[in-house]
């Protein structure tokens, strides 16, 4: 027996999509909402039960500029390049809607960046994992409480390319290492549909490479 929703379960984990598009760049966000949210993230699994996360939410006009501009800097125009070289429609559509997003980053209401306590350079790749596995599980959450609320969110990392400018901006510790840029609104429109993606038995390794179940 179990106390989910499974119905409901499952079609939260298979229709939360990234929102680009679809964010409404006019209606604010409440910011109970947004401590709702990360109050449910905080929830998350952590390496050495460490919780050493932060959410830093952009919501100043200036600042949301900066980091607008850091991300267009580091972006160029691979997006509009990429889409015009991408061979699957789907793939192209992508690529459209990041360019989309690129262009009006600013303009989208809210910014989290996601946080982590400590950097990894030099770490082997364990650690790599265990550092970034103490904060992924998190951001994950905090993007289907979103969802679950109405709101779009997609993860960005090409801010990161501007690290340094961007801590600089926002008052961000240099121990402290910045994993993504989440641009969060409420979406437009009813809802999602599950992803185009191959049978599960296609990508699925059984005890050895190679051998597929079934």
């Known amino acids: 027996m179990t106390d989910v929703d499974l119905a409901a379960a499952d079609h939260l984990l298979t229709t939360t999509r990234a929102v680009r598009r679809r964010l409404d760049?006019?209606?604010?966000?409440?910011?109970?909402?947004?401590?709702?949210?990360?109050?449910?993230?905080?929830?998350?699994?952590?390496?050495?039960?460490?919780?050493?996360?932060?959410?830093?939410?952009?919501?100043?006009?200036?600042?949301?500029?900066?980091?607008?501009?850091?991300?267009?800097?580091?972006t160029g125009d691979r997006f509009h390049l990429a889409q015009q070289n991408a061979r699957e429609q789907q793939t192209a559509r992508v690529y459209g809607a990041a360019q989309y997003l690129n262009d009006v980053l600013d303009?989208?209401?809210?910014?989290?960046?996601?946080?982590?306590?400590?950097?990894?350079?030099?770490?082997?790749?364990?650690?790599?994992?265990?550092?970034?596995?103490?904060?992924?599980?998190?951001?994950?959450?905090?993007?289907?409480?979103?969802?679950a609320r109405g709101l779009g969110s997609a993860w960005t990392t090409m801010h990161l390319y501007r690290e340094a400018e961007a801590a600089a901006l926002l008052g961000i510790p240099a121990d402290v290492t910045q994993v993504a840029l989440l641009p969060v609104a409420y979406y437009t429109g009813e809802t999602f549909s599950p992803a185009d993606r191959p049978p599960p038995e296609t990508v699925t390794h059984w005890d050895s490479w190679g051998n597929q179940p079934g």
């Open 25 to 74: 760049l006019d209606r604010p966000v409440e910011p109970q909402v947004l401590l709702d949210c990360i109050r449910i993230a905080q929830q998350a699994p952590t390496g050495g039960n460490a919780q050493g996360w932060s959410f830093v939410v952009v919501t100043d006009p200036d600042k949301r500029a900066g980091l607008a501009r850091l991300y267009r800097e580091a």
């Open 107 to 147: 303009r989208v209401p809210v910014h989290i960046i996601p946080c982590l306590k400590g950097r990894v350079e030099g770490q082997p790749p364990g650690s790599v994992a265990g550092f970034y596995g103490s904060i992924l599980p998190a951001v994950w959450s905090l993007q289907l409480a979103l969802r």
